[in-house]
């Protein structure tokens, strides 16, 4: 196959449509019980914009939540758009369909935020995979050492499960980062449906040790 050395999209906002859209087709996957025959069709309309999207797959090494390979532009972030930080990531990147539909925010030291999950993210009856719900705590806290100045690999996070987190219904989402000691970033989360409790993190994140290390 050749690749073809284009230019990149500028358009941000079709590019974060052309994600929510392939999130909501694999949703639509998830969620429906379609005929054969419809199956069928659809894997056309699937194949047919695979094709037109292979030749302009990147190559190279280097692929992380900030950067699509090697160009990393660096670690920026919007106060009242927090996943900015991070376009690519698979938990709140916009750049990323496989991501739910997060927002997050600052308000003072803290990190607030909504996230409604679709039944593609569904663990026990009803209610969203707990080890979702650690991966957005991960993203959460992380975000809560941003906006403190630091930001660290995740080195210990526990979740304590207090009751199932409900599937299609405005989650609220918490974070402070509550101390800081050497390199180590101390993190504490809540997740809240009305209010109440769901789920709470705790995590220990390590700022790397040099430049290097990042
Ligand atoms: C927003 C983050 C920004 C990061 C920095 C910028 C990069 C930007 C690029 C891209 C964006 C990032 C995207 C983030 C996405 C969300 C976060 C994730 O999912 S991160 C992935 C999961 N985590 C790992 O893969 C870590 C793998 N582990 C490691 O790399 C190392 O083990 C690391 C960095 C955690 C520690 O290694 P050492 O060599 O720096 O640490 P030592 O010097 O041995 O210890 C320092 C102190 O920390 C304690 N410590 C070390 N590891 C610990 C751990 N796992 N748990 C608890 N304590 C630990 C030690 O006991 C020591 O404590 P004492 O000074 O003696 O009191």
């Not at 699937?46 to 900030?66: H, V």
């Not at 009242?80 to 990531?89: A, E, G, I, Q």
Request: with cysteine.
């Amino acid at each position: 196959m050749e690749f073809q050395q284009e230019e990149a999209a500028k358009d941000r906002d079709l590019v974060e449509a052309v994600n929510r859209e392939a999130g909501e087709l694999i949703r639509l996957l998830r969620c429906s019980q379609a005929p054969d025959q419809v199956l069928a069709t659809a894997t056309e309309h699937i194949q047919a914009a695979m094709k037109s999207l292979a030749p302009y797959l990147r190559q190279g090494e280097g692929w992380s939540t900030i950067s699509i390979a090697s160009d990393t532009p660096g670690l920026g972030w919007l106060e009242d758009d927090l996943t900015r930080c991070m376009p690519y990531s698979p938990v709140s990147g916009t750049c990323n369909p496989v991501a739910p539909p997060i927002r997050m925010w600052r308000d003072g030291d803290e990190v607030r935020g909504e996230v409604v999950f679709s039944p593609t993210y569904a663990g026990p009856p009803n209610s969203v995979h707990g080890g979702i719900i650690a991966a957005v705590f991960d993203e959460l806290l992380s975000m809560a050492n941003v906006i403190s100045g630091n930001a660290g690999f995740t080195g210990t996070l526990s979740i304590r499960y207090q009751r199932h987190t409900p599937l299609d219904r405005p989650i609220e989402l918490w974070a402070v980062n509550e101390r800081t000691s050497g390199r180590k970033l101390f993190c504490r989360g809540e997740m809240r449906v009305d209010g109440q409790v769901t789920a709470s993190a705790e995590g220990l994140f390590i700022r790397p040790a040099t430049q290097m290390d990042s």
